[in-house]
């Protein structure tokens, strides 16, 4: 309506009905912004666009400019359908993710299914999944087999099979067959829900330039609005030049100054790369992160679970005194008592009946093994560390793998060999960073000096670290850290690594393996668990932070150079409007890349 009654007001030669014309189209195109201008004036917030844009405006109308002021205020609202369009589109990914929070759970009772609240299911219940359905609660499959979409929290379109005894994540959509799922957490503590926070928390964590932007325009208005108010008097004051001349200048110089641009498309910038990469899996908790990783050139990973599956397996059992199948049955019965991911391959080895009041004295020794006593006998179970703490000469092996050795009443009765596979795309991942420039990349890890060795080699590593406690990964990674001068990533995803990950430049969890700690703790977490999507992360951390500064570089550049015509008197409101309304459509429609990338 508005752009019609500026075509009309051409045409019409009465100039009270052209004025009154073009009167109506200010009011209908800037009634909102002179309101919200008011209300921040009695609310004493009154230095801010809207204000600047009312000022103008009004100014411009009192000097007889009134089709100007009325497509000043016509452009203004435009820019903000741009950036309400663009923000609009960047919300959309992680509103599907908030979607995808479940709204009830199966329980089966009394052999008829009840649904009831997620956050009424306790750990240990089993639920039901029909088809359709999405997974309410994280768990383990313990009867049926399915497809189930988890394009929601990995970005993979594919869907994954799943069967007993895998685990399923919430928020996951059950496709082709009924499930009976064990729940493993509590609904405040599955990954859906988990993602919900991370997502709230994330506006929390702005970056150097939005904390930088935000000072900046504080500063920058009370700073514009007196020099317009110098522009508008001292020149007729000081050299008795055209008091109307010099408030027009002024008031182009207060349109031109409005720093909308700045404002608007340096947090969507941020913001956009945040959804983009949640399609593709990977949650980074705030801008602050993305500038980091733009400028590191350092990462050091953890190997168990994040760059090899940590799903290991025995591979051979060479027994010195008790027959293998004994010496699986001392080690399984203590190995139920851990959560550690040695454990999960001894037992599934054993297949046997565990007596669990057979074991007593259970003990943990962090980063070497365990004790207890299994069948009235004492156990040690663990690596050459355990051993040689306890002053039992151990035999090494000439397997690649993870030895576990074994003794029994202070001698030693052999070993169990475990062995673990690298990630399909963790040589690709190491590839892609040496790629992006980055200096060092380096394995940590507990396992032996050989296992160490054979990872590294098979993933063209030049620096690794083996058989460190969990203490030595701090004192490694800060050594290293303290020798560059960028920061560095550390990726891991155990109990173990949440020290070094909460005090990284930038911590990375596993997802899906990772623990709790590790999770809460971290900066980025890779909801598929693959190492090849910080790569990515990083070249798109890159471009955003070259087309923020793209942004920051143009806005102010035009700004400074349109202010500086105002001021000489060489610019008309046309250019203010380029300026202000133009430079911030042309800064959101740059910004918006971030979503596509």
């Given amino acids: 309506m508005v752009v019609v009654i500026l075509i009309l007001s051409h045409f019409i030669e009465n100039e009270t009905a052209r004025i009154a014309l073009s009167l109506s189209g200010y009011l209908i195109a800037g009634y909102d912004i002179i309101v919200r201008a008011a209300k921040n004036i009695l609310n004493r917030n009154f230095l801010d666009e809207y204000f600047l844009m009312t000022v103008a405006t009004i100014g411009a109308i009192a000097l007889g400019e009134y089709f100007e002021a009325t497509e000043v205020m016509l452009l203004f609202q435009v820019g903000e359908w741009f950036q309400d369009y663009a923000v609009d589109i960047s919300r959309r990914s992680l509103e599907e993710l908030v979607e995808s929070a479940p709204e009830y759970a199966n329980i089966e009772r009394d052999g008829q299914l009840v649904r009831v609240e997620p956050d009424a299911v306790e750990i240990g219940d089993v639920i039901v999944a029909k088809i359709g359905e999405k997974i309410p609660i994280d768990g383990v499959v313990v009867a049926g087999e399915s497809s ?14 799943v069967s007993v005894g895998d685990d399923i994540l919430s928020g996951t959509i059950n496709l082709t067959g009924l499930l009976k799922i064990r ?12 993602i919900l926070e991370l997502i709230e928390d994330t506006s929390e964590k702005k970056s150097t330039m939005e904390r930088f932007i935000t000072r900046f325009a504080r500063i920058y208005t009370p700073i514009v609005v007196a020099s317009a108010l110098m522009l508008a008097i001292i020149p007729p004051l000081a050299f008795a030049a055209s008091f109307f001349e010099w408030l027009r200048r002024a008031l182009i110089f207060l349109v031109v100054s409005c720093p909308c641009a700045l404002l608007v498309s340096v947090p969507l910038g941020f913001f956009g790369m945040i959804g983009s990469m949640s399609k593709k899996g990977v949650l980074v908790k705030g801008s602050v992160v993305i500038e980091r990783l733009a400028k590191a050139k350092g990462i050091v990973f953890d190997k168990t679970g994040t760059l090899t599956r940590g799903t290991f397996q025995v591979v051979a059992i060479h027994a010195e005194k008790y027959d293998e199948h004994e010496l699986l049955e001392f080690a399984a019965h203590i190995e139920s008592f851990s ?27 962090a980063g070497k093994g365990l004790s207890g006593k299994v069948f009235g006998k004492s156990v040690l179970i663990g690596n050459d560390k355990l051993m040689a703490d306890h002053h039992i000469a151990y035999k090494d092996c000439h397997l690649t793998g993870t030895i576990v050795h074994i003794a029994i009443e202070d001698a030693y009765m052999g070993h169990i060999i475990i062995a673990d596979e690298i990630k399909e795309d963790s040589p690709a991942t190491i590839s892609s960073l040496k790629s992006l420039g980055f200096d060092d990349v380096i394995m940590l890890t507990g396992d032996s000096e050989k296992v160490g060795e054979n990872i590294s080699n098979e993933l063209g590593l030049t620096v690794f670290y083996a058989e460190l406690m969990p203490e030595d990964k701090v004192r490694i990674y800060e050594k290293i850290r303290a020798q560059s001068n960028a920061p560095i990533v550390y990726a891991g995803d155990g109990l173990n690594d949440a020290p070094v990950i909460a005090g990284a430049d930038i911590g990375i969890a596993m997802g899906i393996s990772g623990s709790q700690a590790a999770i809460d703790y971290a900066d980025m977490i890779l909801m598929d668990d693959q190492p090849s999507k910080i790569a990515l992360a990083i070249q798109n951390a890159r471009k955003t932070m070259r087309i923020v500064n793209q942004n920051v570089c143009f806005s102010i550049g035009i700004k400074v150079f349109v202010l500086a015509l105002s001021a000489l008197g060489f610019a008309n409101m046309q250019y203010a409007i380029f300026a202000d309304v133009g430079v911030m459509i042309l800064a959101v429609l740059n910004s918006l890349r971030t979503i596509k990338m």
């Fill in 148 to 161: 189930v979409n988890t394009a929601n929290l990995t970005g993979e379109s594919a869907p994954r099979r």
């Fill in 183 to 194: 729940t493993m957490k509590a609904f405040d503590e599955s990954a859906i829900m988990k």
């Fill in 339 to 365: 959560n550690h991911p040695i454990a999960r391959p001894i037992l599934e080895a054993y297949q046997g009946a565990l007596d669990t009041h057979a074991v007593e004295d259970f003990q943990e020794f």
